[in-house]
């Protein structure tokens, strides 16, 4: 065990616990432990912990609060109907970390390291994965803690594993969203860090996100940063279309958008399924033009948090259109039940792609 477990003295009663559980909502309440595992250039990785959540102690001049060297991950921990705790894909999410560490200039963390830290806070936290359509939502997560204003990669960095209960990320089943088409904003170029999981990106995104608010939308949607043309992906799920003729598009991975697991999974199960699935580059006007023409059916976003949403209409400068109905269609209920499904342990997993905590 690379992780020293120190229970927390005093956790949560089961009854306040219960309580929280009843009305979770995403990202508020934290379980009552954390993982922390620290690296320096003399020592690699050393110092793993299990041990109750608390406070970091910072420096002024920690690395981390000047030049935003971070990086993060998304995923859920479920627990299935027959009891068992499950993840989904979490070495994906371990080869991600490694790649966007990689990219931000910090040390790689061993991929069997951040499984075992996630499976050590599942582990202690297990009571509190909600039952039902709740999961336990995991961040684990890495900065730069060294405290020097120069600038270079730093020589000291912590990571660390939280985790929160989160509800139905859509109550009453999922609504179709409302999405702005950003022409004001870009969220990543071409050499730069848009494929790489770090709080910059997000950091660079908010303000499209804010306009988006601003114009009644929930979510925006980012054009390509050379000609404000193609379409890329929303701040923090991936896009496909679903064509006339039943195959699904969705942009080319190229450095520029998030490799999502998701959106990877959707294309596993669309191609099982015997459906043709592209990775093409898509533009605006061509998205407007077959929305209005009919050659769109349906457009749908997707990562960890909401898994798959309908794109029901699209709001841009000067005007909006809708995507068929605006409801949410048959091919998206159909690849999001089976990818929940999946996760939840009531649709087989043919792929393997269940990791099963002992
Ligand atoms: C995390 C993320 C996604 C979705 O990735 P999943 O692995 O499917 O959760 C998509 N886009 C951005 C920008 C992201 O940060």
Redesign the pocket.
């Given at each position: 065990m690379t992780f020293a477990v120190i229970p927390h003295s005093s956790p949560m009663s089961p009854d306040q616990r219960a309580a929280l559980l009843e009305n979770p909502g995403f990202g508020r309440i934290f379980t009552d432990h954390m993982v922390t595992l620290k690296w320096t250039a003399d020592l690699g990785w050393h110092d793993g912990k299990v041990a109750a959540r608390a406070p970091f102690q910072l420096d002024p001049a920690c690395a981390v609060l000047h030049y935003s060297q971070e990086i993060f991950e998304?995923m859920k921990a479920y627990r299935t109907q027959d009891g068992q705790i499950t993840l989904f894909r979490p070495e994906e999410n371990a080869r991600r970390f490694a790649e966007s560490a990689d990219r931000m200039a910090m040390p790689r963390l061993p991929e069997n390291l951040f499984l075992e830290a996630v499976e050590a806070l599942v582990q202690i936290d297990r009571d509190w994965i909600p039952d039902g359509e709740g999961s336990l939502y995991l961040r684990p997560f890495m900065f730069a803690s060294e405290a020097f204003l120069g600038v270079r990669p730093a020589a000291e960095y912590i990571f660390c594993v939280i985790a929160c209960p989160v509800g139905a990320y859509f109550k009453g089943g999922a609504k179709p969203v409302t999405v702005w088409v950003s022409d004001s904003y870009t969220r990543a170029a071409s050499g730069g860090t848009g494929a790489a999981?770090c709080g910059g990106?997000y950091a660079a995104s908010l303000i499209a996100q804010a306009e988006a608010s601003r114009h009644g939308c929930d979510q925006v949607v980012f054009l390509d940063a050379a000609e404000h043309r193609w379409i890329e992906?929303?701040?923090?799920?991936?896009i496909f279309f679903v064509m006339d003729d039943g195959s699904l598009l969705t942009p080319p991975l190229g450095g520029t958008i998030?490799p999502?697991?998701?959106?990877n999974s959707i294309i596993a199960l669309a191609r099982q399924a015997g459906l043709t699935v592209v990775e093409q580059p898509y533009s605006f006007e061509s998205w407007r033009a077959d929305a209005a023409s009919g050659r769109v059916r349906e457009t749908f976003a997707?990562?960890?948090?909401a898994v798959v949403a309908a794109i029901g209409e699209v709001r841009f400068e000067g005007g909006s259109f809708q995507i068929a109905d605006a409801g949410t269609g048959p091919v998206t209920s159909r690849l999001r039940d089976e990818l929940v499904g999946i996760q939840r342990g009531t649709v087989p997993d043919q792929a393997g792609w269940l990791h099963r905590l002992r």
């Open positions: 998304g999981k990106n992906e929303l701040g923090g799920m991936n998030l999502g697991i998701t959106r997707c990562g960890t948090a």
